[in-house]
């Protein structure tokens, strides 16, 4: 996105995101599961400041695949239908990729310490889904994901949440409307909006 008196041109979104869930039946909504989920970016990403003169700056920040994350591990699925499900998982692997002359003098970058490309965490994580309509052609879809590293700093959790509103106006058009809010402290220190 570029505004007539921007500098640069901002990245609004840019996501590679790719997830798999199996589940075996165990007993009524319950299946034992398994879960993969890959992100990160394709672009180039930058921090944005201004000078001693009040231009507009940009510092490159993030590239693809630096950060990418990888997650995955066994669970306990919950499924009443394909609209509403949790997923349990409380020997979750995680790991963060960044390139190693991206790391930061006596900092760590999304968590990965100074001269290292990966970061490696097990904890618990959960993910649900939820979709329902509001009225005959708009339907709201709920995604939320949580993860709490046992190795560092348990109490804080990883957020994602994703909120999709969908409204069909004819078989040809239809508008998306959409909200996501992503906390994850070893990335920034609070919450990122979008």
Known sequence: MKTK???????????????????????GNWFYSGFVNFKTQLTEGYEYGTNANGKETRTSYTNFFSPAYLTFGPGMLWKKS?????????????????????TLPDAKYFGVDEGKNLRYE????????????????????????????????????DLDYQLNVVMKINKYLSTNVAFQTIYDDNAYKGFQIR
């Open 122 to 157: 097990l904890g618990f994580y959960t993910s649900g889904y939820y979709k329902f309509n509001i009225m005959e052609n708009v339907s709201v879809e709920n995604i939320l994901n949580l993860y709490a590293n046992y190795l560092e700093d348990p109490q804080n959790v």
């Open 82 to 102: 394909d609209n509403l499900k949790v997923n349990i998982a409380p020997a979750t692997s995680k790991m963060v990729f960044v390139e190693k002359d991206r």
């Open 5 to 27: 008196n921007a500098e640069f041109a901002k990245k609004t979104d840019d996501r590679i995101e790719l997830n798999s869930l199996y589940g075996r039946k165990a007993s």
